[in-house]
């Protein structure tokens, strides 16, 4: 049996103060959530395995 993985709730990313900046810190995270996680893995996970400072260093590219 699989053990299960107990996420954190919310955790801030960023800021962001229009909209046209959000989509453009967006983007990167999904597109690097798309390629790095295992089918129908939830985003959150994904992020507690890579961890969230090389999350942040993709967003900052």
């Given amino acids: 049996m699989a053990a299960t ?3 954190k709730a ?3 990313l960023c800021k962001a ?3 046209a900046q959000f989509i453009e810190i ?3 995270y999904f ?3 798309r390629e790095t996680a295992n089918y129908l893995e939830r985003t959150s996970v ?3 395995g890579v961890g ?3 999350i942040k260093a993709v967003i900052d590219d």
């Fill in 31 to 33: 597109q690097y959530y």
């Fill in 10 to 12: 919310a955790e801030l």
């Fill in 26 to 28: 967006t983007g990167p």
């Fill in 5 to 7: 993985v107990v996420p």
């Fill in 46 to 48: 994904c992020v507690e």
């Fill in 17 to 19: 103060k229009i909209s």
């Fill in 52 to 54: 969230f400072d090389t």
